[in-house]
């Protein structure tokens, strides 16, 4: 399955290691992660080099060729909000809202009070809570 995986680039990344930690759970599940270079250390450095309109091209693409949508939001971010809602209004693909329960109250409440039929919202308390929630949906 091609996953298309949204973290942060320019919010709060301290997530970071979940995010990856997320990134291999899938892919050991034999899953094709896309957007793997958004966990990279030089992430931020690497959108940088692209203009705006080539970053919505690439990921609108990344996003149409995807079966699944899941997001790592504990570090907030604009773009994954606009990705959730492309994808869950525009496409009725799935979604999978992933966040740390202890900075629940600094995460968006239209992200994790989320109800489409096509989303899962949850919220981890550590990384077994995660592995759990891959092994059961994925």
């Avoid at 990705?83 to 992933?98: D, H, N, W």
């Avoid at 409440?109 to 096509?118: S, V, Y």
Wanted: glycine share 6%.
């Amino acid at each position: 399955m091609n996953i298309y995986f949204a973290y942060t680039i320019r919010g709060d990344k301290s997530k970071i290691d979940v995010a990856r930690k997320i990134s291999n759970m899938l892919r050991e599940r034999g899953h094709h992660v896309m957007t793997d270079m958004f966990l990279l250390d030089n992430a931020l450095e690497n959108d940088n080099s692209l203009k705006p309109q080539e970053i919505f091209d690439r990921d609108v693409h990344w996003l149409k060729e995807c079966d699944v949508f899941v997001s790592e939001v504990s570090g907030s971010s604009f773009g994954i909000g606009f990705e959730l809602g492309f994808v869950l209004g525009s496409m009725k693909k799935k979604a999978f809202i992933l966040y740390d329960k202890s900075l629940e109250d600094r995460i968006s409440r239209m992200a994790i009070g989320n109800t489409h039929e096509n989303c899962t919202v949850f919220g981890y308390s550590d990384i077994n809570d995660v592995k759990n929630f891959i092994e059961k949906h994925f």
